[in-house]
T-cell receptor, first 109, second 115 residues
């Protein structure tokens, strides 16, 4: 069974700092990996989707990479802003959709 | 193009009552997924449906829970005889095709509280 782990569980950084969120998965047989953002009491907003044949995807200040062989994905956020404060979830798609438990990010003004 | 709609946004039920959660997928999406997020836990897959078909219900509890996605109308997640442990946020997502290759779009969720 696929297990998805996100480290750290919580992260606090000053505004303007670049940061990396980590996601690891135990079964490399995935179709894709998706990163989401969840604000308190809200639903999930899709950030980036990386197909299994791809290495990375970029959207604005966000860059996500995927290394299937090592079972890892990273989400890089450049020049962090207070508005980036949220919980970030990764999800690996295999025979089901498996979520990590998330990294709670706080960007301090 | 409206996003995934869920209603109600908040639902309070007493133990033993029934809860009905509705999900309208994005226009053009025929694949619907339900997830549950328990307090302090991650999102867990429950069920995957296409119109009039349950594709994968391996994440659904064996009793009291059922889901449908009729030809017309929203997808319904039904919980019979609710218990306190059912209190959670229930999220619906939709995609235009199978999740193997398609991005999933999530609704705002229904927060169920069982008294």
């Amino acid at each position: 069974k696929q297990e998805v782990t996100q480290i750290p569980a919580a992260l606090s950084v000053p505004e303007g700092e670049n940061l990396v969120l980590n996601c690891s998965f135990t079964d490399s047989a995935i179709y894709n990996l998706q990163w989401f953002r969840q604000d308190p009491g809200k639903g999930l907003t899709s950030l980036l989707l990386i197909q299994s044949s791809q290495r990375e995807q970029t959207s604005g200040r966000l860059n996500a990479s995927l290394d299937k062989s090592s079972g890892r994905s990273t989400l890089y956020i450049a020049a962090s802003q207070p508005g980036d404060s949220a919980t970030y979830l990764c999800a690996a798609t295999g025979n089901q959709f498996y979520f990590g438990t998330g990294t709670s990010l706080t960007v301090i003004p | 193009n409206a996003g995934v709609m869920q209603n109600p946004r908040h639902l309070v039920r007493r133990r033993g009552q029934e809860a009905r959660l509705r999900c309208s997928p994005m226009k053009g999406h025929s694949h619907v997924y339900w997830y549950r997020q328990l307090p302090e836990e991650g999102l867990k897959f429950m069920v995957y449906l296409q119109k009039e078909n349950i594709i994968d219900e391996s994440g659904m509890p064996k009793e009291r829970f059922s889901a449908e996605f009729p030809k017309e109308g929203p997808s319904i997640l039904r919980i019979q005889q609710v218990v306190r442990g059912d209190s959670a946020a229930y999220f619906c997502a939709s995609s235009p095709g199978t999740y193997s290759y398609n991005e999933q779009f999530f609704g705002p969720g229904t927060r169920l509280t069982v008294l």
